[in-house]
């Protein structure tokens, strides 16, 4: 499997290399929460990095009128506007849309909750840059709006995805492996679960910047293997994921965080959402050794330089992202 592994390793490095430094694409944020009759106190968030956001620019409907200027911060790589709107006429059936959305790579998500306690959740995309109020929501909807960005969260979550491809780089044996996948799946859906519902929270920047350690940790564990003479790692890579994989959860309730969840049906979106995490974790693994089994009836690697190089690619990315974040934990 490690000379599988190594193949499709050396076939991805120029994909890679051009991703490494690139940050995950978190999606803009509409909350429009009704406090009155056809009054809706409205928060509109923008991804940023320092102080320059993305284009992204909310249009209500015509009958929505702000009641005063909006209030404008920039803070946790966001920037965010507040104000209070009155409409003319009740949303439903109206047009919401975010202009400039067609030009970038990332989503929107819209949740809008009623004065009812209904809730209504709206994914809008590059394709599909606006929605028309619906007002009433059924729980599978909002459930498969949680799955697909689950889904989408890990697919475009680089770290994640290096750190599972640095255990299965790690591993030989199929049913360790499997074992090993389960154990991080595990760990982070509890802490993921808790995060989410509010029992226990730890600051995102020192999580991040923790994730990347763990992948530089494994990187530094496949640079140590010796024929025979098997690491802690090599033994029980169980234990590693799923220790990691706590820290893993976190990451992945601070992008929950920033998508918000529902006033309503909290546990089925966070059991969707978490679903849709597991799902793209899957499809990822079934590619990978998928893609393995093709290129190694076309190419002939040797294992251990193979192997090396790729340790110290993902040692390197990670060691990057780490001091990055590092960097950005006093701001």
């Known amino acids: 499997m490690i000379r599988i592994a190594a193949t499709l390793w050396i076939l991805m490095l120029p994909l890679l290399a051009s991703i490494a430094s690139a940050h995950e694409l978190r999606p803009a944020y509409l909350d429009m929460r009704e406090v009155g009759e056809n009054t809706f106190v409205i928060v509109w968030k923008v991804p940023a990095r320092g102080e320059m956001r993305l284009s992204l620019n909310l249009r209500l409907p015509e009958t929505c009128k702000p009641e005063a200027e909006p209030v404008r911060t920039l803070e946790a790589g966001a920037y965010k506007e507040r104000w209070t709107a009155r409409c003319g006429v009740v949303l439903q059936g109206q047009v919401i849309a975010v202009d400039g959305l067609d030009a970038t790579l990332t989503d929107a998500l819209a949740r809008l909750s009623y004065l009812d306690g209904t809730t209504e959740v709206a994914r809008l995309t590059p394709e599909n840059p606006s929605f028309a109020v619906v007002g009433t929501q059924s729980s599978l909807e909002v459930a498969a709006t949680y799955f697909r960005l689950g889904l989408e969260h ?3 979550g680089i770290d994640h995805l290096l750190f599972v491809l640095a255990l299965i780089l790690l591993i030989h044996d199929r049913w360790m492996l499997l074992k090993t996948i389960t154990a ?12 989410g519902l509010g029992y226990f929270s730890l600051s995102q920047k020192p999580v991040e910047a923790v994730i990347a350690l763990s992948i530089a940790f494994v990187a530094s564990e496949l640079l140590k293997i010796k024929p025979g003479d098997p690491r802690l790692s090599e033994r029980y890579p169980w234990l590693v994921a799923f220790a990691f994989g706590l820290l893993h959860g976190f990451g992945f309730s601070g992008a929950l965080k920033e998508i918000g969840l529902p006033q309503v049906d ?27 089994a093709a290129t190694s009836a076309f190419a002939e690697v040797p294992a251990q330089p193979a192997r090396t190089l790729a340790a110290y690619f993902i040692g390197v990315v990670a060691t990057v992202w780490l001091i990055e974040r590092l960097v950005t934990l006093g701001t």
């Open 154 to 156: 890990i697919l475009s």
């Open 184 to 195: 991080f799946t595990v760990a982070h859906s509890i802490t993921l679960s808790g995060a």
């Open 266 to 292: 909290v546990p089925l979106a966070l059991l969707t959402f978490n679903l849709g995490v597991e799902a793209g974790q899957l499809v990822f693994v079934a590619a990978a050794l998928a893609g393995w």
